[in-house]
């Protein structure tokens, strides 16, 4: 056994063993935890050229393991869009101060080109509203505006990028998405739902690689100022694939990273092995994980599906105070897929906040492995929000 490379003494030290057992001192080898114990312990270990930190009585515990995010995509939002986020998060406190940056960014933004803002809260901002084309239109008359809702499951658009689009009050409503509009039938800038998000992100301009690799940079710069070591990359695309590998060849990725391919946006045909924790990189910093899907939405945005109405709504909606949400898909084609991915032997997430939308995730499953049992699938319902004790017990 050599001399650790790094020493770590007089601290409180969470080492989550079986026993949760707590010590002052870790040594370490490379990349190889070495010995924990007491100090006169662990410094037994050291050498002439081990690193010795003095903890000073803080407490130190392994790196975080994400449950559920965004990675890739939470760099490209913090390096490239604006910041639109209500304290204590960032500083946006009404649509005031959204007009104020759009109009600073307009300014130093050539004619013609898109202007992206991430993290808005309706619910966060005085106004107690999503921001409207009318908020934006005055500010922004050059450029196509496309911002995203904290929740990822709503944007809201200027009449410029309405227009880009082709979105007019006679643009029927797609399957699994709402364009919201004015008392005249007209488009007012908000849409739900990737089915009416999807047309109008499609017209974006390509982010170049230099700016797919500062976004992983900053993602990784985010991660770990919060101790997350472990990331995860929950819906994953193949430009989002393509570009990670990339920023790893390249020495750039500092997190693992488990990707969660998502359906129908990633190549499952590319992965030789459908096994949850197969290594895709050969030092295993980046893992696959289960294939992503979603059947509803955001209970912030009204668009996850309940079983009975929302007790409090805000807005006007279809169905006024009867409104449940909505699915996003055909139920029998989408048990039919699942059923499919069952098969093949994937692990499988979805993406379910109502509980109506949980139970027809659960028939899924439990569809899945009727026709074909496989023992500890360990399938998923990210997010389960208003599951009720009966689908627990399910």
């Known amino acids: ?3 650790a490379t790094q020493i770590y003494r007089n601290g409180t030290i969470l080492t989550m063993d079986s026993r949760g057992s707590v010590v002052s001192a870790l040594a370490v080898e490379g ?26 009585g803080r407490t130190m515990l392994p790196g975080f393991i994400d449950g559920h995010s965004h990675f890739v995509w939470a760099g490209l939002m913090f390096a490239t869009q604006l910041d639109l986020s209500s304290p204590p998060v960032g500083k946006v406190k009404d649509i005031a101060e959204i007009r104020d ?17 991430y993290g808005y809260d309706d619910t966060a901002l005085a106004d107690r509203r999503h921001p409207l084309a009318s908020d934006m239109d005055d500010v922004t008359p050059d450029h196509p505006v496309l911002l995203r809702h904290v929740s990822g499951h709503l944007c809201s658009c200027n009449s410029r990028a309405l ?59 985010a991660y770990t100022a919060k101790g997350v070591t472990s990331a995860q990359d929950g819906f994953t695309q193949e430009k989002q694939w393509a570009q990670l590998r990339k920023a790893h060849e390249k020495g750039l990725l500092r997190n693992r990273v488990q990707i969660l391919p998502g359906l129908g946006c990633c190549d499952l045909n590319q992965f030789t092995s ?35 109405p929302y007790h409090k709504i805000i807005y006007d909606l279809p169905d ?40 027809l995730i659960l028939d899924a499953y439990e569809e899945a492995q009727k026709r074909y049992p496989r023992a500890d699938a360990r399938h998923i319902v990210i997010h389960c929000q208003t599951v009720r004790e009966d689908q627990l017990d399910r």
């Not at 940056?101 to 803002?117: D, R």
């Open 320 to 359: 006024g105070p009867m409104w449940r949400g909505y699915i996003q898909e055909n139920p029998e084609g989408f048990i039919d897929r699942i059923v499919a991915l069952h098969r093949q032997g994937w692990q499988i997430a979805i993406h379910g906040n109502g509980d109506e939308a949980i139970q």
């Open 31 to 56: 990349n190889v935890v070495l010995a924990v114990g007491t100090d006169d312990d662990v410094m037994a270990h050291a050498g002439p050229d081990t690193v010795v930190t003095d903890l000073r």
């Open 163 to 221: 227009a880009l689009v082709g979105y007019d009050r006679n643009t029927p409503d797609p399957l699994g998405g709402i364009i919201r509009r004015d008392g005249h039938g007209n488009p007012n800038g908000v849409l739900e739902e990737p089915p009416a998000m999807n047309p109008v992100a499609a017209l974006l301009p390509e982010a170049s690689e230099e700016d797919w690799m500062r976004s992983i940079v900053t993602a990784c710069d």
């Open 274 to 308: 459908h096994a949850s924790g197969t290594p895709l990189t050969a030092d295993r910093k980046i893992s696959l994980g289960a294939v992503k899907h979603l059947v509803d939405g955001s209970l912030q945005c009204y668009t996850g599906c309940l079983s009975n």
């Open 101 to 117: 940056l759009l109009k600073e960014k307009a300014a130093s933004t050539p004619k013609g080109e898109w202007i992206l803002g």
């Open 1 to 3: 056994m050599g001399k």
